[in-house]
C-alpha cells in the first residue's frame, strides 16, 4: 500500500503562486508515475499533471489549462512531489489530490490511479 499526504492549499488572490506539496509512504516501486488532479464544486475530478519516476529519468506532462503556469517537480530522497502553481486564476479554484500509479504509461484519467491522498484547498479570490 501507499499513502498519499498532500499540504499546501490555501487562499491567494489572482495572479499569485502557491506550491503543493505530496509525500509518499508505504510500498516502494522503481518505476511510477504521480500526479496531480483537481476537483471543483459540480466538477469532475480532472488531470492537472504528472510526473514518471524511473531510476534514470523524469519526464513530466500536464493539462493544455496549465502549460506554462504549473509545474510539477519531484524529491525521490524525500518521496515528495511538488505542483508550483503560478499566476492563479479564480477558475483553478478547487480541491488537488495528489494521486500515484505504477508504471510509466502516460495516464490522464482518475480511473487509471491507484492511490489518492485526501485531498487540499485551494481557492483563488478576484
Known amino acids: 500500500q501507499v499513502q498519499l499526504a498532500e499540504s499546501g492549499g490555501g487562499l491567494v488572490q489572482a495572479g499569485g503562486s502557491l506550491r503543493l506539496s505530496c509525500v509518499a509512504s508505504?510500498?516502494?516501486?522503481?518505476?511510477?508515475?504521480m500526479a496531480w488532479f483537481r476537483q471543483a464544486p459540480g466538477k469532475e475530478r480532472a488531470f492537472v499533471a504528472a510526473i514518471i519516476i524511473t531510476k534514470s529519468a523524469r519526464s513530466t506532462y500536464s493539462a493544455d489549462s496549465v502549460k506554462g503556469r504549473f509545474t510539477i517537480s519531484s524529491d525521490t530522497a524525500t518521496r515528495t512531489v511538488y505542483l508550483q502553481m503560478n499566476s492563479l486564476q479564480p477558475e483553478d479554484t478547487a480541491v488537488y489530490y495528489c494521486?500515484?500509479?505504477?508504471?510509466?504509461?502516460?495516464?490522464?484519467?482518475?480511473?487509471?490511479?491507484?492511490?489518492w491522498g485526501q485531498g487540499t484547498r485551494v481557492t483563488v479570490s478576484s
Open positions: 494521486a500515484a500509479r505504477t508504471g510509466i504509461r502516460e495516464a490522464t484519467t482518475f480511473r487509471e490511479y491507484d492511490y
Open positions: 508505504g510500498r516502494t516501486v522503481s518505476s511510477y508515475t
